[in-house]
T-cell receptor, first 115, second 115 residues
Framework: AQKVTQAQTEISVVEKEDVTLDCVYE???????LFWYKQPPSGELVFLIR??????QNEISGRYSWNFQKSTSSFNFTITASQVVDSAVYFC????????????FGRGTQLTVWP | DVKVTQSSRYLVKRTGEKVFLECVQD?????MFWYRQDPGLGLRLIYF???????EKGDIPEGYSVSREKKERFSLILESASTNQTSMYLC??????????????FGQGTRLTVV
């Protein structure tokens, strides 16, 4: 079975604070992809990153960084020096070799960044 | 850029009506998906299709059907709309690499209200 858990339902921070969004996954597939998406108030989901299960290197893109740890089945997302424009719902997702391309989503974390 | 277009941004229908939600993608993706998004429940998969005329049930297919006659178009049909189908509907598409589904790209969403 495939499962993605985002335990944090809502997070509030003040601008310029760092914030980490947690994602824990379960899969029996040995090959899989992990994803993060952003859903701003406008509603359209925006793809942020894809990670292959064989690549555990951390990734940094500007103020965004991702920490993938197979040992703990986690794929956490950190925003450094948060800004008001980062306010959105963030979803973590999983696609495995046995899922015919289907993505399994967590329930999302609502991030609010206050000025 | 991948473009996934949903036919309506907002829709109001009466109970018992047959409702068609249309989705078109322009990137020759094999996979197409219909999700429903409700507050607190995240994204729930209704149906997906990995090829023309092929479909797979997701987690909540009851009350819905789908049609994929052409690769670029995936239609969601509410056979007899009910008030509990009032929701945001999201269409997505993705590429298959080997046996793996890559990142999905989403349309802007259709907010359906059934009265």
């Amino acid at each position: 079975a495939q499962k993605v858990t985002q335990a944090q339902t809502e997070i509030s921070v003040v601008e310029k604070e760092d914030v980490t969004l947690d994602c824990v996954y379960e899969t029996r597939d040995t090959t899989y992809y992990l994803f993060w998406y952003k859903q701003p108030p406008s509603g359209e989901l925006v793809f942020l990153i894809r990670r292959n299960s064989f690549d555990e290197q951390n990734e940094i893109s500007g103020r965004y960084s991702w920490n993938f740890q197979k040992s703990t089945s986690s794929f956490n997302f950190t925003i450094t020096a948060s800004q008001v424009v980062d306010s959105a719902v963030y979803f973590c997702a999983l696609s495995g070799g046995s899922t015919l391309g289907r993505l399994y989503f967590g329930r999302g974390t609502q991030l609010t960044v206050w000025p | 850029d991948v473009k996934v277009t949903q036919s309506s941004r907002y829709l109001v229908k009466r109970t018992g009506e047959k409702v068609f939600l249309e989705c078109v993608q322009d990137m020759d993706h094999e996979n197409m998906f219909w999700y429903r998004q409700d507050p607190g429940l995240g994204l729930r998969l209704i149906y997906f299709s990995y090829d023309v005329k092929m479909k797979e049930k997701g987690d909540i297919p009851e009350g819905y059907s789908v049609s994929r006659e052409k690769k670029e178009r995936f239609s969601l049909i509410l056979e007899s709309a009910s008030t509990n189908q009032t929701s945001m509907y999201l269409c997505a598409s993705s590429l298959i690499q080997g046996v793996m589904g890559t990142e999905a790209f989403f349309g802007q969403g259709t907010r359906l209200t059934v009265v």
